[in-house]
């Protein structure tokens, strides 16, 4: 079994650091990001309809696309390695730059890097491209982030924790983790408020999905001015957030976890009475990318 086993969440709640909610409000954080070293977080998650897909087919190898930082690229890497399977990334970037420490690990794990320009990144969705890839490599082609049907399967399990709360925040990349966390709770009957915090600045790309995709019994909510600006951008204001809760015993990343409980702080005094569940999605190999954050220990 190269995945971890499926957890009793109840060993992965925390209550959030006093710090950081008001008197009257009741947080638990999931710490996806200590289910395991390699493999964790939501990428774990979604990757666990990838690789059922994978056992019930024919293929010989994983192939999937991301950035040089790519969360998702990296629990592949280690997915791979497991189960000892070729895994080929197609990276965003040139192969003349410097190698980030993602890179590194998925080198390490035995995983082949291919860059793609400007011109063949913008091709990673093109349906005709995939299956010329899946074929050359008899590749199970997965995409960006884990994203698609079997990325959703995983995350609809997270609905049995969350709809024990009032609401349940969680970043927003793809959105796929939401999304298979509302069929859970729609599944579920559940009253549960969904709360995303949208990372990307994405000009309402996807509040208009949501929209569209979102189950119709599903009450939610999308945060889309806590993005910072951009993806990867990390203010002044973030990193001191980041440094606040690595003394209270919380690591966060400044992509996506950082921004949620910034989004958190800020509204906690309309949020009295509450009782929600903030979800840790982990990603804190990311960090080392950034000056003045090191490597943070899931301890
Ligand atoms: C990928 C990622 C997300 C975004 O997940 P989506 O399913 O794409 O919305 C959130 N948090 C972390 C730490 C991630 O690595």
């Given amino acids: 079994m190269p995945l971890p086993a499926p957890p009793v969440w109840q060993a992965f709640l925390q209550p959030l650091p006093a710090a950081a909610a008001s008197p009257s409000l009741y947080v638990d954080v999931l710490r996806l990001d200590r289910v395991d ?20 087919g024919h293929y010989q190898s994983l192939l999937s696309f991301g950035g040089a930082h790519s969360n998702h690229l990296h629990a592949l890497a280690h997915l791979a390695a497991r189960a000892q399977v070729p895994a080929r990334l197609l990276v965003r970037g040139y192969a003349s730059a410097p190698l980030t420490p993602t ?59 969350a709809a024990g709360y009032d609401q349940v ?10 999304l ?31 929209q569209q995709q979102m189950p119709a019994a599903v009450s939610w909510q999308l945060i889309d001015d806590a993005h910072g ?18 003394a209270l015993g919380l690591p966060l990343e400044p992509v996506y976890t950082a921004k949620l409980v910034q989004a958190l702080e800020q509204r ?20 080392r990318g950034y000056p003045g954050l090191g490597r943070a220990t899931s301890a």
Avoid at 37 to 53: E, I
Avoid at 169 to 178: E, I, K, N, R
Avoid at 268 to 287: I, M, N, P, Y
């Fill in 103 to 161: 890179l590194q690990d998925c080198l390490a794990l035995g995983a082949q890097l291919e860059f793609l320009d400007r011109s063949q990144w913008a091709r990673r969705y093109d349906l005709s491209w995939q299956q010329m890839l899946a074929a050359q490599h008899q590749a199970l082609v997965i995409p960006e982030g884990g994203a698609g049907e079997p990325g959703l399967q995983g995350c609809r399990a997270l609905a049995e924790l």
């Fill in 180 to 210: 298979g966390l509302a069929q859970g709770l729609a599944a579920l009957d559940s009253r549960t408020l969904l709360v995303g915090v949208n990372a990307v600045a994405d000009q309402g790309e996807r509040r208009r999905q949501w």
């Fill in 37 to 56: 070293p390699g493999l964790s977080g939501n990428k774990w998650l979604k990757l666990q309809g990838w690789w059922q897909q994978f056992q019930d």
């Fill in 169 to 178: 925040w969680l970043a927003v990349g793809s959105g796929t983790t939401a």
């Fill in 268 to 287: 906690s005094a309309l949020l009295a009475g509450q009782r929600l569940l903030l979800v840790h999605s982990g990603g804190l190999q990311g960090r």
């Fill in 229 to 246: 600006g951009g993806f990867a951008r990390c203010s002044v204001q973030l990193l001191a957030l980041i440094q606040r809760y690595d």
